[in-house]
């Protein structure tokens, strides 16, 4: 069985640019969970992806935005990117809303 | 204040020592996680908790939902459990998405 896997593992970017991360679901996974994770804290939640629909989003703003396609793999775009963007980028899989949740290695973003 | 406070937030011990790290929340929850971060970002899930007491090898978990208080308890420690360990809850209500402590680093020395 595959895990989660995330691309690229790391990534710089200028401020102003736009980035698409990618996650793919372990299998049998419907769910996706995106969080965003700031060098020192603990991760915040960005969205969630069920069956390929929004289901919950926390307190990002709308220059955040997501994907997720029939084989339930996810992608986390973010436009106009700013300095306070760099982290790492976790996505996690999930067979079911509430169940327990699998995450991949991270994605670590720098925004110079 | 946070949701989800965890203490301590830095612990450093030797081998073999018992360690606990705490973890309360002040929400209304469906379920508790137990989750390990190594240096580089991957986080692995350890337990998923809603009631009592897990038991993984030498890691041990406790919830109290009327304390809103859960432990992780690792017996007989030993170097390669240096890691962050993170609390995060499921709220009761809007059930989809965790909410996080902000870690708790483990060093153990030889």
């Known amino acids: 069985e595959t895990g989660v896997t995330q691309s690229p593992t790391h990534l710089i970017k200028t401020r102003g640019q736009q980035v698409t991360l990618r996650c793919s679901s372990q299998s049998g996974h419907n769910t996706v969970s995106w969080y965003q994770q700031a060098l020192g804290q603990g991760p915040q939640f960005i969205f969630q992806y069920y069956r390929e629909e929004e289901n919950g989003r926390g307190n990002f703003p709308p220059r955040f935005s997501g994907l997720q396609f029939p084989n339930y793999s996810s992608e986390l775009n973010v436009n106009a990117l700013e300095l306070d963007d760099s982290a790492l980028y976790l996505c996690a899989s999930s067979r079911d809303v509430t169940y327990e949740q699998y995450f991949g290695p991270g994605t670590r973003l720098t925004v110079t | 204040k946070n949701e989800v406070e965890q203490s301590p937030q830095n612990l450093t011990a030797q081998e073999g020592e018992f360690i606990t790290i705490n973890c309360s929340y002040s929400v209304g929850i469906s379920a508790l996680h137990w989750l390990q971060q190594h240096p580089g970002g991957g986080i692995v899930s350890l337990f998923m908790?809603?009631?009592g007491k897990k038991k993984h090898g030498r890691l041990i978990a406790t919830i109290n939902i009327q304390e809103k208080h859960s432990s992780l308890h690792i017996t007989a420690s030993h170097p390669r459990d240096s890691a962050v360990y993170i609390c995060?809850?499921?709220?009761?209500?809007?059930?989809?998405?965790?909410?996080f402590g902000q870690g708790t680093r483990l060093t153990i020395n030889p």
């Open positions: 908790l809603s009631s």
């Open positions: 995060a809850v499921r709220h009761y209500l809007g059930a989809q998405k965790l909410v």
